[in-house]
């Protein structure tokens, strides 16, 4: 059903995060041997507020405030092995992302997009293995005001160091419009085979 996540403190005005409503379950058993194994995560009608003030706060910063005592540590913790080895044995079944809407505002750089609507579906994931994607999204920016559509799919693949990946078989649809557009519009069309190293 409908849930919501209150805004930081100092930060006013509209909730962090409410969805309309959202759905996963996970297997049981495989739990018992350290894997996760979970059907389609699902959300719908998801609003995400995000905001940074010119003093560079967050309002974000609190859900963080667990790591940052980590920072000053010169050694980092390794993360609990049965915790690793269940994110070693991930598998989601897919990724459901319907109508949802995303704002950011900010004050230091003096910008604010937002992502609406926005739509996302994705095919079977498990680590080391192609992740079929489809998006739809619609971008508007103020500044400068301009507003951009994108549509399209790909199968993303992740190489095992985690720093190479590849989008294979991209099909995508853009179109810019804006004052500062030569006519006004701009579309593109891109297709093909990209390839990528960190």
Not at 81 to 108: C, E, F, P, T, Y
Not at 131 to 148: C, D, G, H, S, Y
Not at 156 to 172: E, I, P, Q, R, T
């Amino acid at each position: 059903g409908r849930t919501s996540l209150a805004n930081a403190t100092n930060f006013s005005g509209k909730q962090f995060a409410t969805i309309d409503s959202g759905k996963v379950s996970v297997k049981l058993i495989p739990l018992l041997k350290k894997q996760i194994q979970a059907d389609a995560v699902q959300l719908n009608g998801l609003i995400l507020n995000l905001h940074r003030k010119s003093d560079g706060s967050t309002n974000w910063d609190d859900l963080a405030k667990s790591n940052a005592k980590e920072q000053g540590k010169k050694e980092e913790k390794e993360p609990a092995k049965v915790v690793q080895d269940m994110l070693d044995n991930l598998s989601i079944a897919g990724v459901n992302l319907n109508n949802a809407n995303i704002h950011w505002r900010d004050d230091l750089a003096k910008q604010d997009i937002t992502l609406s609507p926005l739509n996302l579906k994705t095919g079977k994931f498990s680590p080391g293995k192609p992740l079929p994607v489809e998006l739809a999204v619609v971008m508007k920016q103020k500044n400068p005001p301009m507003t951009i559509s994108a549509e399209g799919d790909t199968t993303v693949n992740l190489g095992a160091d985690n720093k190479s990946f590849s989008l294979d078989k991209l099909k995508l649809h853009t179109k810019i419009t804006g004052a500062q557009i030569p006519n006004g519009t701009l579309e593109a069309n891109i297709a093909g085979d990209i390839k990528g190293n960190q």
